[in-house]
């Protein structure tokens, strides 16, 4: 009796101040079976002690596991609570009965490998814990009398029961695995009599290995970031639809693969407000009133698989790769950023054709769209580059004998190419821009239609109403025309009543090198930096340049004065006040200029040129900044016609003028 009260009194004043929490904390004592008393000391300070625990029957004692491997053959049974800090190992056998199991840090396991269910009133994980409940492999179910929190991740793959409450909080992680999650009844990984509540701040992650599941109605209509990853043949299906907040991800079910797997929509949609991460063969499907939603301000390019859904919308100014075809039954909703498809196909309609709405957003690609036998609707095929939209249309005044797909794509390139000369109801077509628009048809043949082409920003275009549309086979080695021109809008080039043999192939826009041009070059009060991008008749500086109040300079290693103007290279010249000058003539053919060893001054032809876009023969042999000069030097992003500008180069070479792509 006396030691008992002296070892009581001594544990009283050596750490009053942790009794007053009423717990007693043990903590273990090496890789130890947990059911053997000596194997836990006390330890109400940090520092271990050599007092074990009576027993387990105390309600107020706490068991703290840090990172020890628990090898039990017997069931644990602790009156009070189990609070681990690291994790816990050895998963297979461990089970238990507690009053309260709280994982504060670290992952802890839980696949009991036999019939027994482990018992707790309360489980609880911290923000930086994880808990595995079970595998796909084995495991049972865990019983929650009281509530279980959720602060941290909880990975589950059997069913947890009880009569308690569920939390899944705001920055927590739910990971369920072949069972959807559900707000009552038997079904899904939580099966909690009591509430079950899933916060819209939370994560959710839904493993399948085999067979199809359901997300299950618990899953909110706006979640903190969703994952869905699929074995190989297994699906999982949308119970309903859901805004993800933060990243949308898709992959294999524990890195493995995914062939031949679906994420099933059904009629619901998924809506993702930031990135999207979807890797492996999965396909995303769903019927016509299923959609497929991107939305936000994320800039970044992502990557999407295989998808035949009912609509899509593309509203991010961002850019999304293909790396499968993607089909949309139903309507297609371009507001902003780019789809590059690639080698694969973007296409809108399956039976029938589909609806398509265009605001800034393009395809840069590969597009194409089912064309009917009955309406006459116009179809846009909303392609381009990544600076200009290059959008066709195609409006059938009678309709096809029989319907299919017209699949068209744009191939952006520089410069110009002569060709044999057409004769266009007058006017001689003897030059195409290389820029054309590949159209192909699937099944439709016949019918009468009219096409538009958009040359908005193509090198060498500054009057789109001198230019005719012409088209050729799909080699591009023989011209022809069909159809009638018919003067468009700004820069839309028209042709109407294409029918019969020749209606399809590449479509390009064609003119007259010998066409008189008109360019408009604003200059300065005082000295300016200029360039003749036209080759006019008169070529003198004085003729281009009558106001000019000096003689006209070039350069090469030095000043000197010129009376005739070169194309493609920069001179001097003063003006008494800002002005405008006109200058005609014809087109320059051709998109190169000669550069010598050290400053030259160059000029631009008669379109814009963007700097980043310039290339040389041989490589890099710039060295210099492109330097304007507008009251004093400025470093263009663009080059514009009718300025001059600075170039330095380390030898003797060819700068090549590509137009903006």
């Given at each position: ?283 995303i499907t769903g019927d016509d009133q299923s959609a497929f939603i991107l939305k936000g301000d994320d800039p970044a390019t992502y990557s999407i698989r295989a998808m035949t859904i009912g609509n899509f919308t593309m509203d991010r100014d961002a ?84 319907s299919g797909l017209i699949k068209v794509s744009h191939k952006d390139s520089i410069g110009t190419s002569s060709i044999q000369a057409l004769n266009d109801s007058g006017f001689i077509i003897n030059f195409v821009l290389n820029q054309y628009w ?224």
């Amino acid at each position: 009796m006396f030691s008992y009260r002296l070892i009581s009194i001594l544990l009283v004043l050596l750490f009053s101040q942790r009794f007053y929490t009423q717990i007693i904390y043990y903590s273990m004592n090496g890789s130890t079976n947990p059911n053997n008393l000596n194997n836990w000391t006390q330890d109400p300070s940090g520092s271990t002690l050599i007092f074990p625990p009576t027993s387990f029957n105390n309600e107020g004692d706490a068991f703290i596991i840090d990172g020890e491997t628990m090898s039990l053959t017997a069931i644990w049974i602790v009156a009070g609570e189990i609070r681990v800090y690291g994790s816990l190992q050895n998963p297979d056998w461990y089970r238990y009965q507690a009053k309260a199991l709280s994982i504060y840090t670290g992952t802890s396991y839980m696949h009991q490998t036999s019939s027994n269910t482990s018992e707790v009133e309360k489980l609880f994980i911290g923000p930086s814990g994880q808990l595995y409940l079970g595998n796909a492999y084995g495991g049972n179910s865990i019983q929650v009398d009281s509530s279980c929190i959720v602060d941290g991740s909880l990975v589950i793959a059997h069913p947890m029961i009880g009569t308690g409450n569920f939390y899944l909080n705001s920055g927590g992680t739910l990971q369920t695995i072949n069972r959807e999650i559900s707000t009552s009844g038997n079904t899904g990984n939580i099966r909690v009599s009591g509430i079950r509540q899933y916060s819209k701040q939370a994560n959710y992650k839904y493993i399948s290995s085999v067979g199809t599941y359901t997300t299950g109605n618990g899953l909110p209509d706006s979640v903190a970031s969703l994952t869905i990853d699929n074995a190989e043949n297994s699906n999982t299906s949308l119970t309903s639809s859901v805004v993800v907040v933060g990243k949308f991800k898709s992959g294999g079910a524990w890195g493995g693969s995914n062939d031949n797997s679906y994420i099933l929509l059904n009629s619901n949609s998924i809506t993702c407000l930031d990135s999207i991460y979807i890797t492996g063969n999965v396909s995303i499907t769903g019927d016509d009133q299923s959609a497929f939603i991107l939305k936000g301000d994320d800039p970044a390019t992502y990557s999407i698989r295989a998808m035949t859904i009912g609509n899509f919308t593309m509203d991010r100014d961002a850019e999304i790769i293909m790396r499968r075809n993607v089909t949309v039954s139903n309507s297609l909703t371009l507001l902003r950023g780019l789809i590059r498809t690639g080698n694969y196909v973007l296409q809108l309609g399956i039976s029938s054709e589909g609806n398509i709405q265009q605001s800034e957003g393009r395809i840069i690609g590969n597009y194409a769209t089912v064309k009917d036998n009955i309406n006459t609707n116009p179809l846009l095929f909303p392609v381009g580059t990544g600076e200009f939209n290059r959008f066709l249309t195609i409006t059938y005044t009678t309709p096809p004998t029989t319907s299919g797909l017209i699949k068209v794509s744009h191939k952006d390139s520089i410069g110009t190419s002569s060709i044999q000369a057409l004769n266009d109801s007058g006017f001689i077509i003897n030059f195409v821009l290389n820029q054309y628009w590949e159209v192909t048809p699937i099944l439709v043949s016949g019918g009468v239609f009219n096409v538009t082409i958009d040359v908005d920003g193509q090198n060498a275009v500054p009057d789109p109403s001198v230019l005719r549309m012409v088209l050729s086979d799909y080699s591009g080695t023989q011209y022809f025309l069909n159809g009638s021109h018919s003067n468009g809008i700004g820069t839309i080039i028209k042709r109407n009543n294409l029918s019969g043999p020749n209606t399809f192939g590449r479509y390009y826009a064609g003119g007259d090198s010998d066409y008189v041009h008109t360019a408009l070059i604003s200059l300065n009060n005082g000295w300016n930096l200029l360039s003749v991008p036209l080759a006019a008749s008169d070529m003198t500086g004085n003729t281009l340049f009558p106001t000019a109040i000096s003689p006209f300079y070039a350069y090469n290693a030095g000043y000197n004065l010129v009376t005739t103007l070169e194309n493609g290279k920069g001179y001097w010249a003063k003006f008494d006040a800002s002005q405008s000058a006109t200058i005609t003539g014809n087109y320059v053919t051709g998109n190169e200029v000669s550069v010598v060893q050290g400053w030259n001054l160059i000029g631009p032809f008669a379109y814009d040129v963007v700097v980043s876009g310039i290339t040389t023969v041989p490589p890099n042999i710039l060295s210099s900044p492109f330097y304007g000069y507008e009251g004093g030097y400025i470093i263009p992003t663009t080059l514009l016609p009718g300025k001059g500008y600075w170039i330095k180069a380390n030898q003797n070479g060819v700068i090549q003028l590509n137009a903006i792509q």
